[in-house]
T-cell receptor, first 111, second 114 residues
Framework: AQSVSQHNHHVILSEAASLELGCNYSYGGTVNLFWYVQYPGQHLQLLLK??????LVKGIKGFEAEFIKSKFSFNLRKPSVQWSDTAEYFCAVNVPEKLTFGTGTRLTIIP | EAQVTQNPRYLITVTGKKLTVTCSQNMNHEYMSWYRQDPGLGLRQIYYSMNVEVTDKGDVPEGYKVSRKEKRNFPLILESPSPNQTSLYFC?????????????FGPGTRLTVL
Protein backbone atom coordinates (compact mmCIF):
# COMPACT_ATOMS: atom_id res chain seq x y z
CA ALA A 1 0.00 0.00 0.00
CA GLN A 2 1.14 3.50 -0.69
CA SER A 3 2.29 5.79 2.10
CA VAL A 4 3.29 9.41 2.46
CA SER A 5 5.88 10.76 4.89
CA GLN A 6 6.20 14.31 6.06
CA HIS A 7 9.21 14.43 8.34
CA ASN A 8 8.78 17.99 9.58
CA HIS A 9 6.00 17.98 12.14
CA HIS A 10 6.27 21.59 13.24
CA VAL A 11 8.31 24.29 11.55
CA ILE A 12 8.77 27.76 13.00
CA LEU A 13 10.15 30.52 10.80
CA SER A 14 10.46 34.27 10.84
CA GLU A 15 8.80 36.33 8.16
CA ALA A 16 10.83 36.57 4.94
CA ALA A 17 12.66 33.31 5.64
CA SER A 18 12.71 30.65 2.95
CA LEU A 19 10.64 27.53 3.37
CA GLU A 20 11.06 23.94 2.32
CA LEU A 21 8.75 21.21 3.57
CA GLY A 22 9.65 17.64 2.81
CA CYS A 23 7.34 15.00 1.37
CA ASN A 24 8.27 11.45 0.40
CA TYR A 25 5.96 8.77 -0.86
CA SER A 26 6.18 5.07 -1.46
CA TYR A 27 4.39 3.72 -4.50
CA GLY A 28 5.90 2.09 -7.52
CA GLY A 29 3.37 3.08 -10.13
CA THR A 30 2.14 6.30 -11.65
CA VAL A 31 1.08 8.85 -9.09
CA ASN A 32 -0.29 12.31 -8.98
CA LEU A 33 0.86 14.53 -6.15
CA PHE A 34 -0.82 17.32 -4.24
CA TRP A 35 -0.14 19.81 -1.52
CA TYR A 36 -3.14 20.97 0.48
CA VAL A 37 -3.17 23.78 3.02
CA GLN A 38 -5.42 24.17 6.04
CA TYR A 39 -5.51 27.65 7.55
CA PRO A 40 -6.55 27.86 11.20
CA GLY A 41 -10.21 26.95 11.57
CA GLN A 42 -10.71 26.34 7.88
CA HIS A 43 -11.06 23.39 5.56
CA LEU A 44 -8.41 22.01 3.28
CA GLN A 45 -7.66 23.89 0.11
CA LEU A 46 -5.56 22.82 -2.83
CA LEU A 47 -2.20 24.60 -2.97
CA LEU A 48 -0.74 22.91 -6.04
CA LYS A 49 -0.68 19.63 -7.91
CA UNK A 50 1.58 17.63 -10.18
CA UNK A 51 0.21 15.36 -12.88
CA UNK A 52 2.91 15.21 -15.53
CA UNK A 53 5.34 17.34 -17.49
CA UNK A 54 7.54 19.96 -15.88
CA UNK A 55 8.50 18.57 -12.46
CA LEU A 56 8.57 22.07 -11.00
CA VAL A 57 5.01 23.17 -10.42
CA LYS A 58 3.79 26.51 -9.23
CA GLY A 59 0.76 26.99 -7.05
CA ILE A 60 -1.11 29.77 -5.38
CA LYS A 61 0.38 32.39 -3.06
CA GLY A 62 3.92 31.98 -4.36
CA PHE A 63 4.33 28.32 -3.45
CA GLU A 64 6.05 25.82 -5.69
CA ALA A 65 6.96 22.17 -5.47
CA GLU A 66 9.45 19.96 -7.23
CA PHE A 67 8.76 16.35 -8.13
CA ILE A 68 11.91 14.23 -8.07
CA LYS A 69 10.90 10.80 -9.27
CA SER A 70 14.19 9.11 -8.38
CA LYS A 71 13.85 10.25 -4.79
CA PHE A 72 10.09 9.71 -4.55
CA SER A 73 9.87 13.24 -3.26
CA PHE A 74 7.60 16.23 -3.76
CA ASN A 75 8.96 19.01 -1.56
CA LEU A 76 7.11 22.28 -1.10
CA ARG A 77 9.02 25.57 -1.24
CA LYS A 78 8.47 29.27 -0.89
CA PRO A 79 11.29 31.82 -1.15
CA SER A 80 9.92 34.27 1.40
CA VAL A 81 7.17 33.37 3.84
CA GLN A 82 4.60 35.71 5.32
CA TRP A 83 2.75 35.65 8.60
CA SER A 84 -0.40 34.68 6.67
CA ASP A 85 1.27 31.41 5.64
CA THR A 86 0.78 30.10 9.16
CA ALA A 87 -1.20 26.92 8.55
CA GLU A 88 -0.99 23.17 8.39
CA TYR A 89 0.30 21.69 5.15
CA PHE A 90 -0.53 18.23 3.87
CA CYS A 91 1.15 16.32 1.10
CA ALA A 92 -1.05 13.76 -0.66
CA VAL A 93 -0.53 11.03 -3.21
CA ASN A 94 -3.28 10.02 -5.59
CA VAL A 95 -3.29 6.50 -6.95
CA PRO A 96 -6.31 4.90 -8.60
CA GLU A 97 -9.29 5.05 -6.25
CA LYS A 98 -7.36 6.37 -3.30
CA LEU A 99 -5.91 9.62 -2.04
CA THR A 100 -3.42 9.12 0.78
CA PHE A 101 -2.34 12.00 3.01
CA GLY A 102 0.80 12.56 5.00
CA THR A 103 0.54 13.41 8.68
CA GLY A 104 0.90 17.11 8.01
CA THR A 105 3.39 19.84 8.89
CA ARG A 106 2.35 22.71 11.08
CA LEU A 107 3.99 25.93 9.94
CA THR A 108 4.19 28.86 12.33
CA ILE A 109 5.46 32.19 11.01
CA ILE A 110 6.71 34.69 13.57
CA PRO A 111 6.19 38.33 12.57
CA GLU B 1 -21.38 28.62 -5.46
CA ALA B 2 -19.76 25.21 -5.89
CA GLN B 3 -19.25 23.72 -2.49
CA VAL B 4 -19.34 20.81 -0.11
CA THR B 5 -21.45 21.40 2.98
CA GLN B 6 -21.46 19.51 6.23
CA ASN B 7 -23.83 19.62 9.18
CA PRO B 8 -23.50 20.04 12.02
CA ARG B 9 -20.21 21.90 12.25
CA TYR B 10 -19.84 21.15 15.94
CA LEU B 11 -21.37 18.34 17.95
CA ILE B 12 -20.97 17.15 21.51
CA THR B 13 -22.65 13.89 22.32
CA VAL B 14 -22.49 10.99 24.75
CA THR B 15 -21.31 7.44 24.29
CA GLY B 16 -23.82 5.22 22.53
CA LYS B 17 -26.16 7.89 21.20
CA LYS B 18 -26.57 7.40 17.47
CA LEU B 19 -25.73 10.37 15.30
CA THR B 20 -25.53 11.32 11.65
CA VAL B 21 -23.29 13.89 10.04
CA THR B 22 -24.63 15.05 6.71
CA CYS B 23 -22.57 15.89 3.64
CA SER B 24 -23.87 17.41 0.46
CA GLN B 25 -22.19 18.64 -2.72
CA ASN B 26 -23.66 20.69 -5.54
CA MET B 27 -21.05 19.95 -8.20
CA ASN B 28 -22.57 16.73 -9.56
CA HIS B 29 -19.49 14.86 -8.44
CA GLU B 30 -19.48 11.09 -8.63
CA TYR B 31 -16.88 10.44 -5.96
CA MET B 32 -17.36 11.29 -2.29
CA SER B 33 -15.32 10.42 0.74
CA TRP B 34 -15.13 10.83 4.51
CA TYR B 35 -11.93 11.49 6.44
CA ARG B 36 -11.09 11.96 10.05
CA GLN B 37 -8.27 14.24 11.13
CA ASP B 38 -6.41 13.58 14.35
CA PRO B 39 -3.29 15.33 15.68
CA GLY B 40 -0.14 13.64 14.47
CA LEU B 41 -2.05 11.24 12.23
CA GLY B 42 -3.08 13.52 9.38
CA LEU B 43 -6.22 12.64 7.45
CA ARG B 44 -7.35 9.06 7.30
CA GLN B 45 -10.05 7.84 5.00
CA ILE B 46 -13.10 6.27 6.64
CA TYR B 47 -15.33 5.36 3.68
CA TYR B 48 -15.64 6.40 0.09
CA SER B 49 -18.22 6.14 -2.66
CA MET B 50 -17.47 5.91 -6.36
CA ASN B 51 -21.09 6.56 -7.29
CA VAL B 52 -24.67 6.14 -6.15
CA GLU B 53 -25.19 2.89 -4.24
CA VAL B 54 -21.46 2.12 -4.43
CA THR B 55 -19.52 2.47 -1.18
CA ASP B 56 -16.33 0.95 0.12
CA LYS B 57 -14.20 0.94 3.23
CA GLY B 58 -11.25 3.23 3.64
CA ASP B 59 -8.45 2.82 6.14
CA VAL B 60 -10.43 3.29 9.36
CA PRO B 61 -14.05 2.18 8.79
CA GLU B 62 -14.70 0.54 12.17
CA GLY B 63 -17.60 2.12 14.04
CA TYR B 64 -18.92 4.01 11.02
CA LYS B 65 -21.55 3.48 8.36
CA VAL B 66 -22.33 5.42 5.21
CA SER B 67 -24.97 5.43 2.53
CA ARG B 68 -25.17 6.91 -0.95
CA LYS B 69 -28.77 6.94 -2.05
CA GLU B 70 -28.43 10.15 -4.05
CA LYS B 71 -25.47 11.52 -5.93
CA ARG B 72 -25.27 14.73 -3.93
CA ASN B 73 -25.51 13.30 -0.39
CA PHE B 74 -23.17 11.07 1.56
CA PRO B 75 -24.08 10.93 5.25
CA LEU B 76 -21.76 9.48 7.88
CA ILE B 77 -23.51 7.46 10.58
CA LEU B 78 -22.13 6.56 13.98
CA GLU B 79 -24.49 3.93 15.36
CA SER B 80 -22.93 3.83 18.82
CA PRO B 81 -20.31 6.56 19.19
CA SER B 82 -17.38 6.05 21.52
CA PRO B 83 -14.84 8.54 22.90
CA ASN B 84 -12.17 7.33 20.46
CA GLN B 85 -14.33 8.73 17.68
CA THR B 86 -13.78 12.23 19.00
CA SER B 87 -12.19 13.88 15.99
CA LEU B 88 -12.48 16.42 13.20
CA TYR B 89 -14.34 14.98 10.24
CA PHE B 90 -14.13 16.12 6.65
CA CYS B 91 -16.26 15.19 3.70
CA UNK B 92 -14.80 15.56 0.23
CA UNK B 93 -15.94 15.11 -3.34
CA UNK B 94 -14.39 14.95 -6.78
CA UNK B 95 -15.63 14.41 -10.33
CA UNK B 96 -14.24 10.88 -10.26
CA UNK B 97 -11.41 9.05 -8.61
CA UNK B 98 -8.93 8.56 -11.34
CA UNK B 99 -5.46 9.99 -11.01
CA UNK B 100 -6.30 13.45 -12.23
CA UNK B 101 -9.02 14.71 -9.96
CA UNK B 102 -8.44 16.90 -6.98
CA UNK B 103 -10.81 16.56 -4.06
CA UNK B 104 -12.92 19.43 -2.73
CA PHE B 105 -13.36 19.50 1.00
CA GLY B 106 -16.20 20.53 3.23
CA PRO B 107 -15.68 22.85 6.23
CA GLY B 108 -15.35 20.03 8.74
CA THR B 109 -17.38 18.72 11.68
CA ARG B 110 -15.79 18.73 15.10
CA LEU B 111 -17.24 15.83 17.07
CA THR B 112 -16.74 15.26 20.79
CA VAL B 113 -17.99 12.03 22.34
CA LEU B 114 -18.14 12.08 26.13
Amino acid sequence: AQSVSQHNHHVILSEAASLELGCNYSYGGTVNLFWYVQYPGQHLQLLLKYFSGDPLVKGIKGFEAEFIKSKFSFNLRKPSVQWSDTAEYFCAVNVPEKLTFGTGTRLTIIP
Amino acid sequence: EAQVTQNPRYLITVTGKKLTVTCSQNMNHEYMSWYRQDPGLGLRQIYYSMNVEVTDKGDVPEGYKVSRKEKRNFPLILESPSPNQTSLYFCASSPGQDLYNEQFFGPGTRLTVL
